[in-house]
């Protein structure tokens, strides 16, 4: 179960729990978010990752947020562009306070375009 959030109907998120450690969210491209090259702004594609790796923890039982991002480090493989971007995040390891995960971000055409990692803190 995701957190519903005004932040997730501006960009239009998509979500779909894959396992209790994957997460897979699609995000619709939007004019809004091409940058000056003619490509997906780097910051849209980290907030993707983020997003993705964050919503593979479960709410609290008041249904708020369980962790914040304690870490985050996106690295671009290619220029995004097509009709939606598809980010494919999971947990590496659960700590106690401290969990870290991945996350592959496609194109529409299955070409990877993005990887990051991150640190999420519980709370």
Known sequence: ???????????????????ESKMKVTLPIQPLFINSAGLVHGGIISTLADVAMGNIFEPDENQMQSVVTADLKVTFLKGATGEFLIANAHLVKRGRTLNHTDCLIYNDQDQLVAKASGIFASI
């Open 1 to 19: 179960m995701q957190i519903k959030q005004p932040f997730d109907d501006f960009l239009k998120f998509h979500y779909e729990r894959v396992s």
